[in-house]
């Protein structure tokens, strides 16, 4: 199946070019940005040689969605998406943290209770949790976004203290990160699932706050079924998730988890397959709506006409 998996676009206006783990990103006028979600896929903070079928789009059109759906909450940066693996938005200064929510233990922040944490960020747990349990309330993990290497944990008073961001405004970005879990959370009960976890980013654009990069989608949340889990949960039956967490566990499970020197290993036609679907069960469910597959041989094509007709709008208006 085709995957787009790098750009190297000559745009009008363009200023700027920087390439991610999972996007490409194109600075317009020193004022927009292009933001291109490619089918590469990473883990454990590496990227994979190989991509995943309909990922960027899934991605994407989920990303869209929600920001559109949270507006009333905090401003976002999206204007459009002129394609469906493309948004184009506002350039925004980023802080230098992600704030990860967590409405119930699962993932990283199991894993470290599991070998004995019992403070994460300064979130005390208590004793007897098991994997995927709903907590209290929901707590806020923040990390640091690594250019290089993993991300690390932080608490609210090493965020002020090494000067990452000031009081005030930690407070707000904290505040503002709750209400878009509920939001998303309310979203997804009302579509016969649980938002577990998901992590939001924030810029500034002056001294304007702006919810900024992707929200609610399979790379940076965990979902479950509400009908699985009530069966399930606490049975030693592995819950179905909607998230990247399934390719974690092949890759632990082949020994993998990015570190130094550790071979990565490739990603198999069946992998990549199953990965696509599980993304593409997400969107549907999330959606109501089946993803139209654009069988076009040449997504750089498409993709390209695409963007540079809408940056013509976007500047010359």
């Keep these: 199946?085709?995957?787009?998996?790098?750009?190297?676009?000559?745009l009008p206006y363009l200023t700027e070019r920087y390439t991610g783990k999972v996007r490409d990103v194109y600075t317009i006028a020193d004022k927009y940005i292009v933001v291109v979600c490619t089918d590469r896929i990473s883990a454990f903070d590496r990227v994979f040689r190989e991509g995943i079928p309909h990922k960027g789009a899934v991605?994407?059109?989920?990303a869209a969605e929600f920001l559109q759906m949270t507006s009333d909450i905090i401003p976002n940066w999206l204007i459009e998406s002129p394609d469906p693996m493309v948004s184009i938005g506002l350039k925004a200064t980023p802080y230098p943290i992600e704030f990860i929510v967590r409405g119930y233990l699962a993932g990283h922040a199991w894993r470290l209770y599991k070998s004995g944490?019992?403070?994460?960020?300064?979130n005390t747990l208590p004793d007897g949790l098991i994997e995927n349990q709903k907590l209290p309330v929901p707590i806020i993990t923040p990390t640091t976004k690594a250019l290089v290497g993993h991300d690390t944990d932080l608490t609210h008073e090493e965020i002020i203290y090494n000067k990452l961001i000031d009081k005030?405004?930690?407070?707000?970005?904290?505040?503002?990160?709750?209400?878009?879990?509920?939001?998303?959370?309310?979203?997804?009960?009302s579509c016969g699932l649980i938002l577990a976890d998901t992590k939001y980013e924030f810029g500034k654009?002056?001294?304007?706050?702006?919810?900024i990069d992707e929200v609610h989608t399979p790379d940076s949340s965990r979902y479950f079924y509400i009908n699985d889990y009530n069966l399930n949960f606490g049975q030693d039956?592995?819950?179905k998730q909607l998230s990247k967490e399934m390719f974690r566990q092949w890759l632990m499970n082949k020994g993998f988890t990015g570190d130094e020197g550790q071979d990565m290993p490739e990603i198999t036609p069946e992998i990549a397959t199953d990965i696509s679907n599980q993304y593409i069960e997400l969107y549907e469910a999330l959606t109501g709506n089946r993803?139209?597959?654009?069988?076009?041989?040449?997504l750089q094509q498409r993709v390209l006409a695409n963007i540079k007709d809408s940056i013509n709008k976007l500047v010359n208006s």
Aim: glycine share 4%.
């Design 1 to 10: 199946m085709t995957t787009l998996l790098n750009t190297d676009f000559q």
């Design 59 to 62: 991605i994407n059109h989920i």
């Design 117 to 122: 944490v019992r403070t994460i960020c300064n």
């Design 168 to 189: 005030r405004e930690l407070s707000s970005l904290e505040f503002h990160a709750l209400q878009l879990f509920e939001r998303g959370s309310q979203y997804a009960k």
């Design 205 to 211: 654009i002056g001294e304007r706050i702006f919810l």
């Design 237 to 239: 039956i592995p819950l």
């Design 291 to 298: 993803l139209i597959i654009d069988k076009i041989n040449n």
